[in-house]
């Protein structure tokens, strides 16, 4: 059966892009909705364009009370049915509330090669330690930030000169691969971690 996924993000979204351009033909699963936190995503404004489903919940007016906004995203998705929620440039911490209600079926994608670098400015971070190899992380979300069982990793090469733009440009270019590979897995039921390159 066809898996139908929401994509969160808050937005550009070319994460979104690159995994609604991959679920065609004989993939186990379909976009059915994106979602955005931000009214002015440009993710958003793509998605309207393509004639995709898409959803909004501004946090700010939920100030302070996560679990109103929280209550609010899950009643938008109701109607449509989702199986799986893949954020993409999400940048809401949600509750383990949230969390749990989609325990297993929810997954994200980080700029970092966890454990390392969780949370924000990753690649700053990780030129300022003098690491030689940065890249990104897919995995399923658990109550813990950027935590939870490692479903992808792609590695690239930090370079003499690099900025935190450049280095995150090249990062990006892998994440618009892994992620694509690591939801078609997922969505067959496929757990098994994938290593790039
Ligand atoms: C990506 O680097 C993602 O890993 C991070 O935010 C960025 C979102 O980019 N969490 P985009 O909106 O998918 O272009």
Known sequence: MTRRVAIFLSGGGSNMRALVASMTGDHPA?????????PAAGGIAWARAQGLATEVVDHRPYRGDRAAFEAEIAARLAPHMIDLICL????????????????GRMINIHPSLLPKYRGLDTHARAIAAGETEAGCTVHEVTPA???GPIL?????????????GTLAARVLE????????????????????????
Request: proline share 12%; aromatic share 12%; net charge positive.
């Open 174 to 197: 892998q994440e618009h691969i892994l992620y694509p590979m690591v939801l078609r897995r997922f969505a067959a039921g496929d757990r098994r971690p994938v290593f790039l390159p």
């Open 88 to 103: 993409a440039g999400f940048m809401r911490v949600l509750t383990p509330w949230f969390v749990g209600l989609w325990a």
């Open 30 to 38: 379909r976009p059915a909705l994106v979602f955005s936190n931000e």
């Open 145 to 147: 930030l950027d935590d």
């Open 152 to 164: 992808g990793q792609a590695r690239v090469p930090v370079l003499p000169g690099d900025t935190p």
